[in-house]
């Protein structure tokens, strides 16, 4: 019984001893960012007054409780989040259940409908600017002309609805790709005994594709929210953020409060709240997440 314990005991050690490096430079690589951030975020800190800087306490955060322009950010992010979420996930389930049916061409048009998501996010609104969202030389504006309809300023009469397209189009594909991946471990005899049984396309779908898709439902929510919350790119590029807010999420008003107002400190508090907005999303996931597992 000693030996065997000593044995463990030394095993553990060892596993330990090698897992601390990569542990270690993990911890490092995460907490000096995080502490910086949290330091400079209580302090009077401006890019164009070096030298000046100064603790302010709670400062920061209470003149950004109080800015309407963080509330307004916040809601323009909840309301980008939840279009491309709801796009994603019911359009990835529809192309999933689509692209699962016997065709022509099935695999070069898989590998279609998947290939927007492997395009970067800068060249994806490059492209949707000023090839398709154009209201002079893009595709849509020449598509309206066909009916003799007025081409639209997409991105000054609908700009969030603009970012929310382009977003949602890039991460259709990673939705489709992860539940047609699900779709795969699906009991075909399942399927047909519930055909024979005289169920149609709409009970099939509701009653065995859509339960079976559940848990790979939560796996595209779970990964796709915490990637949405720091869209950026997109609204730089398309928008920069205007008109006015309308475009503003919280990732782009710190890059707003840091590098065209260059206020470290504002820009820092505005961090700390989105990590704290981050975690508690996260948390509400993976509760959701293990909640299916075990179901």
Do not use: C
Request: aromatic share 12%.
């Amino acid at each position: 019984m000693t030996t065997r314990a000593s044995g463990r005991t030394v095993g553990g050690l060892r596993s330990l001893s090698l897992q601390a490096p990569a542990v270690t430079l993990l911890l490092i690589w995460m907490l000096i960012p995080l502490g910086m951030t949290l330091w400079f975020s209580f302090q009077r800190y401006n890019l164009l007054m070096p030298g000046m800087e100064q603790f302010a306490g709670l400062e920061n955060y209470q003149y950004l409780l109080t800015d309407p322009a963080l509330w307004s950010a916040m809601g323009t992010t909840l309301v980008l989040v939840g279009s491309v979420l709801a796009i994603s996930v019911v359009g990835g389930t529809l192309l999933a259940v689509l692209y699962q049916q016997e065709f022509l061409g099935r695999g070069v048009a898989r590998v279609l409908a998947i290939s927007p998501f492997f395009i970067m996010p800068t060249v994806s609104a490059l492209v949707w600017k000023n090839m398709m969202m154009h209201p002079v030389n893009g595709v849509l504006a020449w598509f309206t002309g066909l009916f003799g309809l007025p081409a639209i300023d997409w991105f000054s009469s609908y700009p969030l609805l603009s970012i929310i397209i382009i977003v949602a189009w890039q991460w259709l594909p990673f939705a489709l790709l992860i539940l047609l991946t699900a779709m795969q471990s699906l009991d075909d005899d399942q399927v047909e005994a519930a055909r024979m049984d005289g169920a149609g396309p709409l009970a099939v779908f509701f009653f065995i594709t859509l339960p079976h898709l559940k848990r790979a439902i939560s796996v595209v929510i779970m990964i796709q929210m915490i990637f949405l919350l720091t869209i950026f790119a997109e609204i730089f590029v398309t928008t920069s953020g205007g008109p006015g807010l309308a475009t503003t999420n919280l990732a782009y008003l710190i890059y707003i409060r840091a590098l065209l107002e260059f206020d470290v400190g504002g820009a820092s508090a505005g961090g700390v709240i989105a990590i704290i907005l981050a975690n508690i999303v996260a948390i509400f996931l993976i509760r959701m997440v293990a909640r299916n597992l075990e179901d």
